[in-house]
């Protein structure tokens, strides 16, 4: 839709100003960068998630990655850190990754909210919408090619719907603010719980592969 009304409205004369307006601004200055925005963050208490927090945790990884991984939000692990996926799941989406090649590094991997909700409840609409500014600064700034959400919860919190999983994997979705595709995969976590599902992980995988194949410069 966005190519459409970008190649063709102007060329019929419609002012399309309104909507460029809708795209990822940074409110930051340019030459701030992630380190800065990190910084941002780290004082951050827009929502009431940094009562409770040890570490804000920004995200890590290539700030030219083609692949951003966003999961749902940090637990205690990353919290007492303040890195993301260190724990048992972490372990897992990184031989994930390398099953297809990919090292850990070379991607970008942070969550809906910096700051850890307490005792690991879902991050509620009104923090996500508190964090999605820094989010949104992130992606701006790393320009990725694709958004993978991890698990049930980013997935429909960031896509705005309310479906089972398997509703929502193995298809690309595009939200109006970002002009890249975002998939959604099984949350490594879930994948520990019920291990007889890492098969589809694999599907998962692949399809990733193809997204980065069909979407390439
Ligand atoms: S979760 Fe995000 S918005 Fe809330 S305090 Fe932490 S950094 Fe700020």
């Not at 100003?17 to 208490?45: M, Q």
Request: hydrophobic share 35%; glycine share 6%.
């Amino acid at each position: 839709m966005r190519n459409i009304i970008e190649k063709y409205f102007p060329e019929m004369g419609i002012d399309i100003s309104w909507y460029s307006k809708k795209k990822i601004t940074p409110n930051i200055p340019e030459k701030d960068n992630l380190d800065n925005l990190d910084i941002l963050v780290k004082k951050c208490k827009k929502c009431n998630l940094y009562k409770t927090r040890n570490n804000t945790v920004f995200g890590e990884g290539s700030h030219n990655s083609d692949i951003m991984i966003i999961g749902e939000a940090p637990g205690k692990e990353e919290d007492d850190s303040g890195k993301p996926f260190i724990g048992r799941a972490g372990k897992l989406l990184t031989e994930f990754l390398k099953s297809i090649s990919l090292d850990r590094r070379s991607v970008f991997i942070t969550n809906t909210v910096k700051c850890r909700p307490p005792e690991n409840r879902n991050p509620e609409m009104t923090e996500i919408k508190s964090c999605s500014d820094y989010l949104d600064q992130q992606i701006a700034f790393i320009k990725p090619r694709v958004l993978v959400l991890l698990g049930k919860i980013a997935a429909n919190r960031m896509l705005g719907e309310d479906k089972p999983i398997s509703e929502l994997r193995l298809k690309k979705f595009f939200v109006e603010k970002y002009d890249i595709p975002l998939i959604v995969f099984y949350h490594p976590a879930y994948i520990l719980r019920s291990p007889l599902q890492k098969k589809k992980v694999w599907d998962d995988l692949q399809y990733l592969k193809t997204i980065i194949g069909s979407h390439g410069s």
